[in-house]
């Protein structure tokens, strides 16, 4: 199946273009007039003919990237809705959803000691003893550690797959994400589609844990690897997760 098919099955075509969250927020606060809107409260259960308001925010720090918070006022309650938008142009672009210090995970997913050592060569924090033969003098790529801290690390994440997925992309703070809204624009059309998180978690987390032939890890559809960039200064050498988001629109 080509790549512009794939993206179509099981998305939908945007009848009018957004180009970032705001426009997202501005479709939810205008729910009474615009039908991407309404699908998207349908499909996350809410019968349009009982709501009586709808009130959009974006927040920002929390999980992940951007996410809108959406407070739906129905005839006999009042219910909340947190979705993660994920906006892409490319559809086998990469989307960061989760960077922390080797230290964050550790108080997170209680990661063993030797395995932390093994993290921190990963990134830099640590910087490698022998530095001849590396790809890179200021870390050790996974694939260049020994086999069996190789193996350490792929078992201590397929051990913990579940709990990692679900705090890179659901996330455990105060608004955790609810649904995933990815839209693939494009100057020819935008598509996108709606599903919840535990949806989402399934997807990106279905695969095996591996190391790959460049040296990161993948948990799925998942890569995790230092963040770099950043002009060399110290935050280079954070851990990072990243996604395709389009990989939600093949299932």
């Not at 921190?120 to 086999?147: C, M, Y």
């Not at 844990?209 to 935050?235: A, C, E, N, P, Y």
Request: charged letters at 30%; glycine letters at 6%; proline letters at 3%.
């Amino acid at each position: 199946m080509s790549e512009k098919n794939l993206v179509k099955r099981g998305s939908q075509t945007a009848k009018s273009g957004f180009r970032n969250e705001s426009d997202i927020v501005l479709k939810f606060n205008n729910w009474k007039v615009d039908h991407e809107a309404q699908k998207w409260l349908s499909i996350m259960g809410y019968p349009i003919d009982e709501i009586e308001k709808v009130e959009a925010i974006k927040l920002h720090g929390y999980k992940t990237d951007v996410q809108v918070q959406i407070t739906i006022y129905l005839k006999k309650a009042i219910a909340a809705e947190n979705l993660s938008v994920k906006l892409i142009s490319n559809p086998q672009g990469y989307n960061q959803v989760d960077k922390r210090w080797v230290d964050k995970y550790v108080e997170m997913w209680e990661i063993p000691a030797d395995i932390v050592k093994i993290l921190k060569l990963f990134t830099g924090e640590i910087p490698p003893a022998v530095k001849s033969g590396l790809k890179d003098k200021r870390r050790t790529f996974l694939n260049e550690v020994g086999t069996d801290d190789q193996v350490k690390v792929i078992n201590f994440f397929n051990k913990n797959k579940i709990l990692v997925v679900s705090d890179i992309l659901k996330g455990r703070d105060k608004f955790p994400a609810g649904w995933m809204l990815v839209a693939l624009i494009t100057k020819a059309e935008s598509r996108w589609v709606l599903k919840s998180i535990n949806y989402a978690m399934n997807v990106f987390a279905d695969g095996e844990v591996r190391i790959t032939s460049r040296g990161s890890l993948k948990i799925g559809k998942i890569t995790m690897q230092r963040k770099g960039g950043d002009g060399g200064r110290d935050s280079a050498k954070m851990l990072q997760f990243k996604i395709n988001p389009a990989a939600i629109f093949e299932e």
